[in-house]
């Protein structure tokens, strides 16, 4: 079993920046796929960024060349690096773990942009 914990979020105002962690507790064996996704209030969960066991980024539209994904395997920890960030930005953010069928997520941190 996988937890998945995430943590960094807060205000910020526009043009301001913030640091998201995801803590992984447990295993699934090898180096999985991992994901962050964002929820704004009255909007479907969206994808943000990727980065794959190989260490391949993709990343939405939106935030391409503003936010930056990395990871750490040795800690099992995901990162989101967020700049220029934007009052659209503001929503939940969620830590994606997955691989062979197994998909796991953590609670949740909330991002506000706002002045």
């Known amino acids: 079993q996988v937890q998945l914990v995430e943590s960094g979020g807060g205000l910020v105002e526009p043009g301001g920046s913030l640091r998201l962690s995801c803590a992984a507790s447990g295993s699934i064996g090898g180096i999985p796929n991992m994901a962050w996704y964002r929820q704004a209030p009255g909007k479907q969960r969206e994808w943000v960024a990727t980065i794959t066991s190989i260490g391949i980024t993709v990343y939405a539209d939106s935030v391409k060349g503003r936010f930056t994904i990395s990871r750490d395997n040795a800690k099992k920890t995901l990162s989101l690096q967020m700049n220029s960030l934007k009052p659209e930005d503001t929503a939940v953010y969620y830590c994606?773990?997955?691989?062979?069928?197994?998909?796991?997520w953590g609670q949740g941190t909330q991002v506000t942009v706002s002045s």
């Open positions: 994606k773990q997955y691989d062979s069928g197994l998909v796991y």
